[in-house]
C-alpha cells in the first residue's frame, strides 16, 4: 500500500504561482511513477503531468507545458508540482496519484490516489 498526501493548494491571482507537494509513505517501491491530475467542476479528471521515479522521464499535458514543472526528492519521497503563469483555467482540485513502473494518462491505470487540493486562480 502506498500513501499519498498532497499539499500546496490555495488562492492565487492570474499570472502568480504556486507548489503543490505530494508526500508518498507505505511501500514506495522504487519502480513507481507518480503523476498529478486534476478535476475542475463538472469536467473530467485530467491527466497533467507524470514522472517516473526512477527514471526521472515526464511527461506532460500540452495545455500546461512550460508552465508546469515536476520534480521529486528522493530523501523526502516527495513528489512535487511548480505552477507558474497560473490563469483562471487551472482551476481545479489536483490529485496526486501513483502506479508501477510506466506513466499513463489514464486514471483507471492508477491504483493509489491523494485526497487532492484545491487551486483557485482568480482573474
Known amino acids: 500500500q502506498v500513501q499519498l498526501i498532497e499539499s500546496g493548494g490555495g488562492l492565487v491571482q492570474a499570472g502568480g504561482s504556486l507548489r503543490l507537494s505530494c508526500a508518498a509513505s507505505?511501500?514506495?517501491?522504487?519502480?513507481?511513477?507518480m503523476a498529478w491530475f486534476r478535476q475542475a467542476p463538472g469536467k473530467e479528471r485530467e491527466f497533467v503531468v507524470g514522472?517516473?521515479?526512477?527514471?526521472?522521464?515526464?511527461i506532460y499535458a500540452d495545455s500546461v507545458k512550460g508552465r508546469f514543472t515536476i520534480s521529486k526528492d528522493y530523501a523526502k519521497n516527495t513528489v512535487y508540482l511548480q505552477m507558474d503563469s497560473l490563469n483562471p483555467e487551472d482551476t481545479a482540485v489536483y490529485f496526486c496519484?501513483?502506479?508501477?513502473?510506466?506513466?499513463?494518462?489514464?486514471?483507471?491505470?492508477?491504483?493509489?490516489w491523494g485526497q487532492g487540493t484545491q487551486v483557485t486562480v482568480s482573474s
Open positions: 514522472i517516473t521515479w526512477n527514471g526521472g522521464e515526464t
Open positions: 507505505g511501500r514506495t517501491a522504487s519502480d513507481y511513477a
Open positions: 496519484a501513483a502506479r508501477g513502473w510506466t506513466i499513463a494518462k489514464m486514471t483507471d491505470l492508477y491504483a493509489y
